[in-house]
């Protein structure tokens, strides 16, 4: 399975800004925590494809049944449907959905169908005044990932790193959105039922950024790549060899942000084994090598990453881990108030 051509997704208070014709700032000047608000049965969805389009039509109908199950309803963006090549549409095509879902007062919250590939080609384009003036909730996770970055750095907004829309969502998940977008708990995501490994015990408070690894550092060095200072920072990957990850890690390391942050947390690595495994580091060496000199709250395991039960993760949020017990803990309000 590779990324790069396909990916089956899988299911687990305004604040004033300086203006610009485009951007907002950037990483070094970091904006103010900007709050989405709580949404409810009833509420409309806009649901759009701001990376690769989907490979067959099953997924319309599987995200049409996640969104009926919990009361709400879809508007789909005008351009889904559309191929450019490997991507859902020319980039003013995806750009156009994109922010016509933030800008339509009817809808509540923004939910990606799939990830796959293309979201660092609009980064650049994105109207970032228009996102923090209409703040909603923003959920996807793969190549979502540099949308999370993108508009957290520019913005302030808190964003949403999980399912999307044509994954399947179990129980679990479903009651993850629930808890979280209509009624706003705040949550605490234990090791229960998850194999986590602690690289070092400990725990630790900070700004909570990440996503998939290759999308990360594929922006790094960018406006667009966040300043890790008093992070806490997650990853997952899928299909990549050992060798990849680890020059990814380089990447993370010769930029400074591995220095920056105070926690570590680490997904699932899923297709990530060498195919060469006699002349190959493992995932996990690889992880132990870079995070473990660091000597911070670290470990591995999370249910984050390409699986069918995945958590749902306030980018930018601020959350307490504890690298012993394998938690993560949101500690401080994410959604609008009053």
């Not at 942000?257 to 926690?263: M, P, Q, R, V």
């Amino acid at each position: 399975m590779d990324k790069r051509t396909f990916i089956r997704v899988m299911g687990l208070g305004m604040v004033a800004l300086p203006l610009s014709a485009t951007k907002l700032g950037n990483a070094a000047r970091p904006h103010p925590n900007v709050f989405p608000s709580l949404i409810g049965e009833g509420d409309t969805v806009g649901v759009i494809t701001p990376s690769s389009p989907l490979v067959d039509d099953e997924g319309y109908a599987i995200a049409d049944k996640n969104f009926s199950t919990l009361g709400l309803r879809v508007k789909w963006g005008a351009n889904v449907g559309k191929r450019y090549g490997y991507l859902a549409g020319t980039d003013a095509e995806r750009l156009a959905d994109l922010e016509s879902m933030f800008a339509d007062p009817d809808v509540k919250a923004i939910v990606c169908l799939r990830g796959g590939s293309g979201a660092a080609r609009l980064l650049d384009k994105l109207d970032y005044q228009l996102i923090a003036q209409n703040p909603k909730i923003f959920l996807g996770y793969s190549d979502i990932t540099a949308f999370h970055q993108a508009i957290h750095t520019q913005t302030g907004l808190i964003t949403f790193h999980g399912a999307v829309a044509n994954s399947h969502w179990t129980p679990m998940v479903i009651n993850q959105f629930r808890q979280l977008f209509f009624e706003g708990t705040l949550p605490t995501y234990t090791a229960v039922g998850m194999p986590v490994k602690t690289i070092t015990g400990g725990t630790a408070e900070g700004k909570l950024l990440g996503g998939n690894l290759t999308v990360l550092t594929g922006i790094a060095g960018s406006d667009y790549f966040p300043d890790f200072e008093n992070s806490i920072l997650f990853l997952e990957e899928i299909g990549e060899e050992p060798y990849r990850i680890d020059r990814m890690f380089s990447q993370l390391a010769l930029s400074g942000a591995l220095k920056k942050i105070k926690g570590f947390v680490f997904g699932k690595c899923s297709d990530c084994d060498s195919k060469n495994p006699a002349n190959s580091l493992t995932v996990e060496q690889i992880l132990y090598d870079y995070i473990s000199p660091l000597g911070i709250p670290a470990f591995q395991g999370a249910l984050i990453g390409h699986i069918d039960e995945q958590l749902i993760l306030p980018v930018g949020a601020k959350v307490r881990i504890d690298a012993t017990q394998g938690s993560i803990g949101v500690v401080e309000p994410i959604f609008k108030t009053g």
